[in-house]
């Protein structure tokens, strides 16, 4: 018969898993970045509508509770420029990446209540993963950027470029948070059998 693991053995490892999760919040950002700016590119096409789209997502993120208002983060100055204090910024982003990194650890700890402990998947199927979307990503850039019917000044190269990093910088913010989070999942693993 197994023996229970000690109490400080299973607040280790529900620690680390907090930590886990709190890694893979800069890859989230990065392609949610990614895809706004895609999304923001596409929307170039469709005016009208993007307006709309735009107009009435920002008035659904007024009335969710917890979205701070843009007064809490800065001010207005004398030219009418919005002006954003670096500490209230950083306050506010460092409460959403803890609340961020809290949800994803209960989704997790759920799912491993409702499945059962498994064993971490390979990392290297992780980033086989982040590059196809990456590469799926490119693509998208490259047909909005090729069907657009508004006339996108600047070389085509240069765009593709600009597209080419942004999705580099998020495949590497991409490596970072799954080997880290694959490292901290198999320690984790290792603890918890």
Not at 7 to 32: E, F, K, N
Not at 148 to 167: A, Y
């Amino acid at each position: 018969m197994q023996t229970p693991p000690s109490l400080s053995r299973l607040l280790l490892v529900q620690g680390l898993g907090l930590l886990r999760w709190s890694q893979t919040v800069p890859m989230l950002v990065a392609w949610a970045a990614v895809w706004t700016i895609l999304a923001a590119f596409a929307f170039v096409n469709f005016q009208e509508e993007g307006v709309t789209l735009v107009s009435g997502f920002t008035s659904f993120l007024e009335r969710v509770p917890g979205v701070p208002d843009p007064s809490s983060i800065g001010h207005t100055d004398a030219s009418g420029a919005f002006v954003v204090d670096d500490a209230a910024f950083r306050r506010v982003a460092l409460s959403y990446w803890t609340t961020l990194s809290l949800l994803l650890y209960l989704l997790g700890f759920a799912l491993r209540t409702v499945r059962g402990e498994r064993p971490p998947i390979r990392l290297r199927s992780k980033l086989m993963a982040v590059a196809v979307v990456a590469v799926l990503t490119l693509l998208a850039f490259v047909e909005v950027f090729r069907n657009s019917t508004v006339p996108i000044h600047g070389s085509t190269s240069s765009w593709l470029m600009m597209f080419g990093g942004l999705v580099a910088l998020a495949v590497g913010a991409s490596a970072y948070s799954l080997t880290v989070g694959h490292l901290l999942d198999r320690l984790c693993y290792r603890l918890s059998a």
